[in-house]
Structures are given as structure tokens and as C-alpha cells.
């Protein structure tokens, strides 16, 4: 049962950013509440107002260019009353942050600290919220990792960000925003670098939260399937509005809106056709002559390459890939794989024990094949797409691309061999250098390989790629930090594809993207591989992607290949308990999931 009073009321909330090019209104007139015990979710694409909306809640704008220019966010306060978090001063909004709000952001890497362990920053907040000794900081700190399930929770303590993986380091996060009981919890996209598995118990602790404190929820997501099981009120945004709201089941049963019925199609279904043009937002709307959204007629909305360009044939494809025919011959081979990391203790940094984060792994790939790698987070898929392409050296073990020992190779004629194989990452923020323009990201390794004439050349095919992920022209001059994360994964998948490799590893290539711009990315992808024959290891923890995607599924667990088979096959008949595990766990956003989790929630 709800209070009456609600603990958050945001009325006209408006935030706008100052650029070279006029004022862009991030956030436009928003209002919403928020009661205890309640979770209320917020849903759109990339770029949609979501994380501006918390972020301004929180005093968090960066000002200038960005400052608040309207509206209230009545907030109420067990130290302070009620306030207006909006007109705080920071002594006040300091003594919310972190106590009676926390925030879980959406980017852990660029929000913790790489010169602290990530268990002394977790009980910096415990230490400066409340009297407890640093031991018991300490202990509370380790009692948080076990509840967010991350392994090894007193070694997680005393680890440093780059140590553990994406994923651990989101948990690590949670832990740190929920450190001391807030009353109301901002998560923004706080399932996003998370197994399914993980992202179940993950909604189960921000579920007890609620239960137990009472506390109220602001979640921030682009996936409609997380929102299906866990929220009760939902508000669709779009360009900084929001154009619907209402509860879980009404929208998800009965959407108004284009824009909804839109984002809804486009998340893959675990049991769709693989392959298949996945259907995106802009086959559902469009924009009349006076900028109002109006609706598609019933018989345009049809699944297309919406979004991407389809202009890809302008980009020549490199001599020795155009000779190259598909073959179903192995284009790799990898045999008994391994990836060991040294434990190491006391003043001689004696090596006590081994981390087998690959532990004897072997599989072929065939050229124009997609695998898809699946498996928890810290299971070891990313240690081994790294070390397929020796950025980190295997311990023992051969990779054999085109029957050469890719492991042999020299250091001079590996970085050769580079322009073949390419990898988007799971990080675009860390894996874009803040100093360099979006436009020399994707013209460097050119420049590098030597492809084309010259520059001019370069950056025409830099602009190319810009329109083939669904970026403008423009962007080419603009900075990292300018776009949002999903913005900035296109950008990282562009500078992947301008060396027009044969090989690619997707490692979570689509985790951090909006629904209707993975749809692209993924219509993109199978574009690509049809029209080059690229071939791909994706590895992911969205099993729906991973289906729609693979052809093979390689099902990973402790560091060694516990279950693999043909897609359909292994879909539909799992052997491994294992991996029964991982497709319970997906959320399915049925209609009647969602009101047996509603009745869930009445319940407790």
C-alpha cells in the first residue's frame, strides 16, 4: 500500500545545456512523484532525458554548459524535511547524497575511484555517513559484496576498479549506493553490465530494499524486459518529454503512444527468429510538418534497416577480402586454451596460488559463422576474447587463424595482422581517449594499417561509418564525453569496422544501448556479416540477443566450456543445469509474468 505522501515530487523540472550551436533542453517540463515503497521506472532511448532527469535531481550537472533553469524536486528529508533538492546548498545536498539518496550510476568504471580498492570506497561512504569503527565499515563492506553475490567478497575488498570485471565492478556499485539504507534509490541502468543470473539477484536486493525500509525506487532503464519484473509505475521519455506513463501492465498491455509501441517491438524475444530484421522505433512513428509524433500507418510498420544506413556498399571492401569466398573451413582454431593469473603474497610477492580464468578451452570457428559466448559475469568470456587476440598473452595453449599459429606470432607481425581482427569493447568510455576527436578514433587505425590514399580519403570513409551506425556528419568533430554511452558504443563499433576486418569479437557490444538502437546494431551486424562475410564471436549475457544473433552457442562457466551445440538445439534442449539456470533467469515481459511479479510484490 502506498503513503499518501510521497517521498519525491518532481514538478516542471526543465535542464538545458549550452552549446556552440544554441540551447538543447535536455529535460522539458517533466513531473512525476514517487512514493515509499514504490518503484517507478523510466524508460526511452539513448539520449532521451533519463539520466539528465537524475542527475539533476541530484545537483549533479556539470555547470556550465548545463544548468537547471526551471521546476522543484520536493524531497522528503528525515534530517532536513521537506526541501527542494534543486535549491539545496552543497553543504545540505552533500549530507542527502550517498545517505538518504543513492545513485547508482551508469558507468561504474568512470565512477570509481582506479586509485582505491574498490572495499575502502564502498566504507568511505559507510565512514563518513554514519559512527561505526572502521572495522565494522569493513565487515559491512564485505557482508555488501556477498549480497550483491560478487565472488570472493573480502578479495573483491582489496581489489583496485581495473582488476574485476565490467560487470563486478556494476555490483561493486550497487553495493556502494545501497551502504547505508537510503530512502530513495536512483538507479540508473544498474542491471546493464550484468549476467541475467546476477541481474535477477540484483533486482531481488533492490526488491528487499524497498520491502524492508520501505524505500522507494527511481529506475533508470533501457530494458523493458528488467522493467516488466520490477516496477510499478512506468514514464516513457522521449527528446527530454515525457509523452506516456502509467502502470507496468496497462503500458505494456495496451501502449498509446507510438513511441512506446515502438520500443516494445524492437527488444529481441528469446524465442525469435534469429536473424531476422528486427523491427525499430521509426518503423512506428514519424514527424509531421510541424514536429509533433504522430503514428505510422498499420501498413508501413514493417521491420527495415531503420536507422542504418544502407549506403555500406559506398565503403570498398579491402582487395584480400574481396578474393576470399566463403568456405565452411575452420577460420579459427583454438586448442586447449589457457589463461592463468598469478596469486601473489607476502614481502617477495611469492606466487601462492593461480586464478584459471581460462582453463583448457577448445573450439573451431567457422569463417562467416557467428558463436555466441554466454556465461555469468567473471565466468572468463572476456579474459578469452582478450587473449584470441594476444591482449593478454595465454598461458598455454595454440590459436590458429587460417591454420597459423596466431600465438607464435612476432610482436611486429602481429600488429600487422591487426587490421584483420578487431574487437568492440565492453567499455566504449574507457576505450575512447578523451583527447581525440570521434572523427581521429575511427581515422587513427587507418592511418596506422595505411589503408586508402590519404587523410581526405580517411576521413570521407570516417563519415561513412559515422551515418552507418545512425551518427550524423557532424559528430566527426565533437569529443567522447559530448555523447551518451550508447552514442559512444556506435562510435567504438565505426572505428572497429574502418579497417573492414574479417574477424570481429563483440564483447558486450550491445549491453549499454537502448532497445531500438541495439536493434540497429544488431540489423547492422547481420548486414555486415552477409555482405562481407565477417565472422563473429558475440559475447554477451543477454541470452535473447545471444540466440538471435548465433549461430553456435558456447556456454561458459569457471573458465572452461561447459555446454555448446547449434543455437536452436541448445536453446530448446539445455543439458547443463547450468545452463537451464541462465534462461530461467530472463526476464520475459509477458503479460501475465508481470502480474504474477505484481502479486509477487502485493504479498511481501
Known sequence: MLTPTPILQVRNLETV?????????????????????????????????????????????????????????????????????????????QQVRGNEIGMIFQEPMSSLNPVFTCGKQVAEVLLLHTDISKKEARNHTVALFEQAKLPRPDKIYDAYPHEISGGQKQRVMIAMAMACKPGLLIADEPTTAL??????????????????????????????????EIADHILVMYKGKVVEQGKVLDIFTNPQHPYTKGLLACRPKLFAVPHAILPT?????????????????????????AG?????????????????????????QVENLKVHFPVKKGFFSRTTNYIKAVDGVSFELLAGETIGLVGESGCGKTTLGRALLRLIEPTAGRILFNGQDFSK????????????????????????NPMHTVGEAIVEPMRVHKLYANDKERRKKAVELLDKVGLLKEHFHRFPHEFSGGEKQRISIARALGLQPKFIICDEAVSSLDVSVQAQILNLLNQLKQ?????????????????????????????????????????QNPQQEYTRTLMSAIPKGEAEDIIAAQKRRETT
Request: net charge negative; proline share 4%.
Open 17 to 93: 545545456f549550452s552549446t556552440h550551436r544554441g540551447i538543447t533542453k535536455a529535460v522539458d517540463k517533466v513531473s512525476f512523484e514517487v512514493h515509499p515503497g514504490e518503484i517507478v521506472a523510466i524508460v526511452g532511448e539513448s539520449g532521451s532525458g533519463k539520466s539528465v532527469t537524475a542527475l539533476s535531481i541530484m545537483q549533479l550537472i556539470d555547470t556550465p554548459p548545463g544548468y537547471i533553469r526551471g521546476g522543484e524536486a520536493i524531497f522528503q528529508s528525515q534530517k532536513l524535511g521537506q526541501v527542494d533538492l534543486l535549491k539545496l546548498q552543497e553543504k545540505q545536498i
Open 195 to 228: 549476467d541475467v543470473t546476477v541481474q535477477a539477484r540484483v533486482l531481488e536486493l533492490i526488491d528487499d530494499l524497498r520491502v524492508k525500509e520501505n524505500a522507494a525506487v527511481l529506475f533508470i532503464t533501457h530494458d523493458l524486459g528488467v522493467v516488466a
Open 281 to 305: 522505433v521509426s518503423d512506428f512513428m514519424q514527424e509531421d510538418e510541424h514536429g509533433n509524433i504522430v503514428e505510422k500507418p498499420v501498413q508501413q510498420q514493417k521491420p527495415s534497416l
Open 308 to 332: 542504418v544506413s544502407n549506403n555500406f556498399s559506398r565503403i570498398t571492401a579491402s582487395p584480400e577480402l574481396n578474393k576470399e569466398s566463403y568456405q565452411p573451413t575452420p577460420l579459427l
Open 409 to 432: 606470432l612476432h610482436p611486429e607481425e602481429l600488429r600487422k595482422r591487426r587490421q584483420c581482427f578487431q574487437m568492440i569493447f565492453q567499455d566504449p568510455f574507457t576505450s575512447l
Open 531 to 571: 555482405e562481407f562475410r565477417i565472422t563473429y564471436i558475440f559475447i554477451t549475457h543477454d541470452l535473447s540477443v545471444a540466440r538471435y544473433m548465433s549461430d553456435r552457442i558456447l556456454v561458459m562457466n569457471e573458465g572452461r566450456i561447459i555446454e555448446s551445440g547449434k543455437t536452436d538445439e541448445l536453446y
